[in-house]
């Protein structure tokens, strides 16, 4: 299948001299399109600026990250975004919903920003993967927090982007509404070939994941597949150990 997205030697400093902070220091990892992968490390560990750079968000100090196929550090700003706005879906803790919008309208907002015309067949069908069909004149303080976050998941997946980049997208929400937001991501990797790479301090969020990879001190420390909670939080436990060391 090949990379969606890939990694290599990704070296993010922040500050300069005495005072420079190494958030990555030389990560290489390759993400296969159509698998589902979880992003794990202690507080601090880098897991937020690997994400950034990931996603074209921030530029690596020196590395490189090829999305699609496409060298994103050398592309110009203007490029970049075109180039996120085409290819990528973001989800978020926060929903970064539109207020004043209705559901119909936040999901096919990519769309519009790209300047095409939402496909009536793809947002029917994005929408009932999400199930959302009879909320689609609703706005945002009308709907929970779960039915939010599936706008928020419906948005990411109407571009029909390489990769779906998704930071903690549980954080604010409760365990059982958790539990279906997690469904539908792992059913956007099985039954649409969807690429997701997700942030995530849960265990059982992880759990959901193809693979989790773990991040210590910026650098990448291992790797499970196949993971269960309990296997997940076990290497947590030792990671959070070894980071102190």
């Known amino acids: 299948m090949g990379d969606a997205v890939r990694l290599t030697g990704v070296r993010k400093v922040y500050g300069k001299g005495s005072g420079a902070v190494a958030a990555l220091a030389g990560v290489s990892a390759g993400f296969e399109q159509g698998t589902f992968t979880a992003v ?5 560990s880098g897991k937020s600026t690997f994400l950034h750079c990931a996603a074209g968000l921030d530029k690596p100090t020196s590395g490189s990250v090829r999305l699609a196929g496409v060298e994103l550090t050398e592309l110009g700003e203007k490029h970049l975004t075109r180039l996120r706005r085409d290819k990528i ?3 978020f803790q926060a929903f ?10 936040n999901i096919a907002l990519p769309l519009r920003l790209a300047g095409r015309k939402p496909d009536r067949a793809t947002l029917t069908d994005v929408v009932r993967r999400v199930g959302l069909d009879n909320r689609l004149t609703h706005r945002p303080a009308q709907l929970s927090g779960g039915q939010q976050q599936r706008v928020a998941i419906a948005r990411a997946l109407v571009t029909r982007p390489a990769v779906i980049f998704a930071d903690e997208p549980t954080g604010a929400l409760d365990t059982r509404t958790a539990r279906e937001v997690l469904d539908l991501l792992r059913q956007a990797v099985t039954t649409a070939g969807q690429t997701i790479v997700m942030v995530t301090h849960d265990p059982v969020a992880a759990s959901f994941a193809d693979r989790v990879i773990f991040l210590a001190d910026g650098a990448l420390v291992g790797e ?3 993971p269960t909670p309990e296997a ?3 290497r947590m436990t030792h990671l959070g150990a070894w980071a102190v060391a």
Do not use: E, K, R
């Not at 794990?40 to 601090?44: C, K």
């Not at 970064?96 to 309208?105: D, E, F, G, M, R």
């Open 96 to 105: 970064n919903l539109l207020p004043a919008l209705t559901v119909a309208q």
């Open 232 to 234: 997940v939080a076990d």
């Open 89 to 91: 879906g973001f989800i």
């Open 40 to 44: 794990m490390g202690p507080s601090g």
């Open 224 to 226: 499970l597949h196949h």
